[in-house]
């Protein structure tokens, strides 16, 4: 897959979460535009090969803000442009955010709507000949067909991708852990994730320290470790994660098993 200046072609690549937000479940994401610099150089030092900056929470009850309130929270992107060579992300289904974000330097648009909740995203990322991340999502957690609903979403997705001229080698696909599924659902969905890759594209898994592991937030780092070990088993591209180091290191580990 194709991400700004660099192509990812096989092993498990680790992504490091910046969140510019004050709400992020996680409080070690949070960064400001004081400290972000510093938090993505340790990253990058800690074997990070991208950074997903975000600047609106996906928690469960999340108050959404809006797309200039996102816009005016990304203003740090031209500064990690100028400092790092590192592919950027941006975690938005907003359109207008996509656009400013490429326009500052960002490499790569995360929407976890999957193209599907702003009509203008597709062409916005085609224009901008930036890759995307395409991530299943929906209202509620009822399914016809748990896999099969997926995947559905998923081929529309594409199609959308795809006539709006997204290069092929520039899209990946997310499963959604965490989204519109329950607790049941997301280890199903983690523990047969492979199955997507009958879609044709690499895959991100993003599971990191999230409410499926149960218990404090805090206390999530040793199973999402093994989600990771187990990603890097099923060949998944990219793991989206908190915890730089740590994840190299489960990478590793698997790779030596």
């Known amino acids: 897959m194709k991400i700004g200046n660099r192509t990812f072609d096989g092993g498990t690549h680790v992504m490091g979460i910046l969140n510019l937000t004050p709400d992020s479940f996680y409080a070690g994401s949070r960064v400001s535009e004081r400290d972000i610099l510093l938090k993505a150089e340790r990253m990058i030092e800690e074997g990070a090969e991208l950074l997903d900056v975000g600047a609106q929470s996906t928690r469960p009850g999340h108050i959404p803000v809006s797309p200039e309130e996102e816009i005016s929270r990304l203003a740090p992107i031209r500064q990690l442009r100028s400092h790092f060579e590192i592919p950027i992300s941006v975690d938005t289904y907003f359109s207008s955010v996509a656009e400013f974000a490429l326009s500052e330097g960002a490499d790569l648009i995360n929407d976890v709507w999957g193209l599907q909740y702003d009509e203008k ?57 965490g989204f519109g599924k329950t607790r049941e659902q997301n280890f199903e969905l983690l523990n047969g994730y492979e199955k997507l890759s009958s879609l044709g594209y690499p895959l991100l898994l993003g599971v990191s320290r999230k409410s499926m592991f149960g218990g404090n937030v805090e206390d999530r780092l040793a199973p999402t470790l093994k989600a990771t070990e187990l990603a890097t088993r099923k060949g998944i591209l990219f793991v989206r994660v908190h915890d730089v180091k740590e994840n190299k290191e489960a990478i590793a580990r698997a790779n030596r098993n």
């Not at 559905?152 to 852990?177: M, T, W």
């Open 121 to 177: 995203m597709a062409e916005t990322i085609a224009r901008h000949r930036a890759a995307v991340c395409i991530m299943h999502n929906q209202n509620g957690t009822e399914y016809s067909d748990f896999w099969g609903d997926i995947e559905a979403f998923l081929q529309k997705s594409l199609v959308i991708a795809k006539r709006a001229g997204i290069s092929p080698d520039r899209i990946c696909l997310d499963g959604g852990i």
